[in-house]
């Protein structure tokens, strides 16, 4: 015996046209981001948003790129080399 559906067409609809964040929308609807994310990429329920045009949805960054760009990664090399070859080098003979 086939399972009830969760969904609507008219739900899956509106989640692929929802523009807020998948665990957001996933509470929303009572499923789960992971089914939020499939909707949105076209992996499933093709016949229902296959003519829908998808809105255009901004990226969010979690970390910001400006720090990684502010690491001097020569003068970090450095610093692990001068450590390094004071321990190596400070040792007594064995």
């Known amino acids: 015996m086939a399972r009830p559906k969760k969904l609507t067409p008219a739900a899956v609809r509106k989640i692929f046209k929802s523009t807020g ?4 929308i996933a509470k929303q609807f009572g499923v789960s981001a992971n089914l939020v994310y499939l909707i949105r990429n076209g992996r499933i329920h093709k016949k229902v948003t296959g003519t829908t045009a998808a809105p255009a949805r901004a990226r969010v960054r979690r970390g910001s790129a400006d720090t990684a760009a502010n690491i001097n990664v020569n003068a970090l090399a450095d610093a692990i080399i001068d450590r ?3 321990r190596l ?6």
Not at 21 to 24: D, E, G, R
């Open 21 to 24: 964040s998948a665990p957001t």
């Open 89 to 94: 080098f400070s040792r007594g003979p064995r």
């Open 84 to 86: 390094l070859s004071a």
